[in-house]
């Protein structure tokens, strides 16, 4: 187990020696929980190390873009004229979930129930007591505070956020006309928090708050997290067989730039707030090593690290995706010469 505590600009692992290989990368925070598990797995397979900065999506797509790291990541996927005019190749790396957490008294975590069109409707300002009659129709028996509901957003672009505004914007006509999906939009009620650290804090911090966070820091840091009401409309708990019920109708092959959304996706089981994480890298590798290396952390991930992925409720792809991505790799990442690197 890696006990790492979660900062801004966090560096998995430091260089036991100068002659050590090293690769880069910045961005989501959603996946940061895996990859620093991996990190130190793979350093310890191989001697190289794996440095990770969580810094939010659009950092990391900007870092990518500057080519000041290896690979940036986002859980918001690029769309392929992005991709095309930046020169970059995107793949997906792992599977999880959003969830809502609160800060409650007399409410035990996952004991409350929301829905999406009611979380939506916290998020506009609409709802703003825990007693609401729109809260209470879905928790009967459930003794509600009379408290005000703080909301609590990101503050930094986001793929968290992302993930939260695409679902919010699929269930609910006022929240997609007012908010909108995006990495970052214009909030109308709220606190901002920058991470998945700041909107816990603030959480913590604050009797009576909503926010949103990925299931493996909630569940790591102990977080009151919900029941949210499904398509199907089920309530469900969060866990990995929840974000792979989620993840089970995708087609992938037929998506452009792999760039699948699965976010509100049909099925009893299904977590409505399911996300893929993604890896951006320069289709032209100026340091086709360090290119090949990436490719080689991933790779090695993919075969060992479903355990890892497991214990963190995280999903990791199934294996005619990563024949997929290993496909994209083999076609798409070259040296600058034209030669493939994988």
Do not use: C
């Not at 609590?152 to 929240?175: C, I, N, P, W």
């Amino acid at each position: 187990m890696i006990h790492t505590v979660l900062a801004g600009a966090i560096a998995v692992l430091t260089l036991s020696s100068a002659s050590a290989a090293s690769i880069t990368g910045a961005g989501a925070t959603f996946p940061y929980p895996i990859y620093a598990k991996w990190a130190a797995a793979y350093k310890t397979a191989t001697g190289t190390e794996m440095n990770y900065q969580s810094v939010g999506s659009g950092a990391g797509i900007k870092q990518i873009k500057a080519k000041t790291v290896d690979f940036g990541a986002s859980d918001m996927p690029l769309k392929a004229e992005e991709l095309d005019a930046a020169g970059l190749v995107q793949f997906p790396a792992i599977i999880g979930g959003v969830v809502t957490i609160v800060n409650l008294d007399g409410i035990a975590p996952g004991q409350l129930k929301l829905s999406g069109p009611v979380v939506a409707d916290i998020y506009l300002g609409k709802v703003t007591k825990w007693n609401a009659p729109e809260i209470a129709a879905l928790n009967p028996g459930v003794k509600l505070p009379a408290t005000d509901i703080t909301v609590v957003h990101r503050a930094d672009s986001s793929g968290t956020s992302f993930l939260f505004t695409d679902y919010l914007s699929k269930v609910d006509a006022e929240f997609k006309s007012t908010i909108g999906a995006g990495t970052a939009v214009k909030w109308v009620t709220g606190v901002g928090g920058k991470g998945n650290e700041g909107v816990a804090a603030n959480v913590q911090r604050i009797k009576g708050s909503i926010g949103y966070v990925e299931w493996a820091y909630a569940k790591k840091n102990k977080m009151s997290h919900t029941q949210l009401q499904n398509r199907d409309g089920q309530f469900l708990q969060p866990d990995d067989e929840a974000f792979k019920a989620a993840a089970a109708n995708a087609d992938w092959a037929k998506t452009a730039g792999l760039a699948v959304i699965l976010t509100d996706q049909p099925g009893k089981a299904a977590w409505p707030i399911t996300g893929a994480s993604y890896i951006l890298l320069h289709q032209a590798q100026a340091d086709a090593a360090k290119g090949k290396e990436v490719l080689n952390f991933f790779g090695w991930s993919f075969k060992n690290g479903a355990a890892a992925a497991a214990e963190l409720d995280y999903v990791p792809l199934p294996a005619s995706v990563v024949k997929l991505v290993e496909g994209v790799w083999k076609v798409q990442l070259k040296d600058t010469a034209g030669k493939a690197i994988y």
